[in-house]
Structures are given as structure tokens and as C-alpha cells.
């Protein structure tokens, strides 16, 4: 009987620690497609509109990376994810050569692009 209401007791104070916990903690605001848009700059360039994405990092930077490495493609701020989040995503890394190196991952699992797709 002892232990039976030494487990109740446990389990009182464990439930309304964590009760409190979700009280204090503040909401988690995401971003909204305004806010999202508002992040995307645009420059002229020779007179003409472009529009520039900026650096985001994704799940998968580090083996892009890597990747780019293996290709003699080093500097810069890193891989950046260029889509939106999800199964199939893109990634670019400026090298320092001035060359592009991008990767195609799908499902986490990473294949650098070709170079005549990576140029466009």
C-alpha cells in the first residue's frame, strides 16, 4: 500500500511540473507567406529585375557540402537550400572559383546536379 501511494505522489508532482513547463513557455510563431516573400530581395542588375534569395540552411547542408568538397568546391557560406522544405529538396553552394555546385536530395539521400543544369 505504501509503494501505491508513494507511485500516486510521484506521479501528482511529475504531472504538474510538466503542466507548468507548457504554461511558461511562450508560443512558437511561424513564419507567415508575407514574411516569407519580405525576405526575398530584389537588385537591378544591367537594368534588368532580379530577384535573390537569401542564405537559408537546410537538413541536409552539411553532405552537400561535403559533396562540394569532393569536387574541389570550398568557401562561401555553405550549402543553402534554394526550395522549400520537404521530401525533394535543391541546394546551392558558390565555390570559391566562382563556380556553383549544386545537389538534388531526396529523402535525405544527396547526388550533385549536372553541370549544364547547374548554370542556368
Known sequence: MKRLTLLLLVA???SACSHNKEVAQAPVKRKSVLEAEAAVKRQMIDGVPVQTVGFRAGVSSATVERLARAE???G???AGLVTEP???EVYRMACANGKVFMARCEFRQCAPM???MASR
Open 86 to 88: 520537404g521530401p525533394v
Open 12 to 14: 501528482g508532482v511529475l
Open 114 to 116: 549536372k553541370q549544364d
Open 72 to 74: 574541389q568546391c570550398t
Open 76 to 78: 562561401g557560406q555553405g
